[in-house]
């Protein structure tokens, strides 16, 4: 289990480093892409800051899609049609108490 998440963490990392190379547009726009998912083993979390095996292999899907240049809702739509519309989070119905700060 440690080498794979290891293994995950390294491919995340690299992964992050081609987002950020690919420019500072594409990195905002994976954090973006990443923000409006919550992590599907417990859908309490995004994705962006949830340490969960499945919220790290999201990450990883999502920079690689982003540095192939899919766009936006196809992204979401990928998620939407493996778990559903519960996946997404709407800014509108988002709960206040939520932060992105580790207590």
């Given at each position: ?51 969960s095996?499945?919220a790290?292999?999201?990450r990883?899907?999502i ?24 996946i997404?989070?709407d ?13």
């Open positions: 289990m440690t080498q794979k998440l290891s293994a995950v963490l390294l491919l995340w990392t690299t992964a992050s480093g081609l987002a950020f190379a690919g420019g500072q547009a594409d990195s905002a726009r994976v954090q973006r892409l990443e923000a409006r998912l919550l992590a599907p083993c417990c859908y309490q979390e995004p994705v962006s800051t949830h340490q095996e499945i790290l292999k999201m990883l899907e920079a690689k899609w982003v540095e192939q240049g899919l766009p936006d809702d196809e992204i979401l739509g990928q998620y939407v049609s493996r778990y559903g519309n519960k997404l989070i800014p509108a119905t988002r709960p206040k108490h939520w932060n992105y700060v580790v207590p």
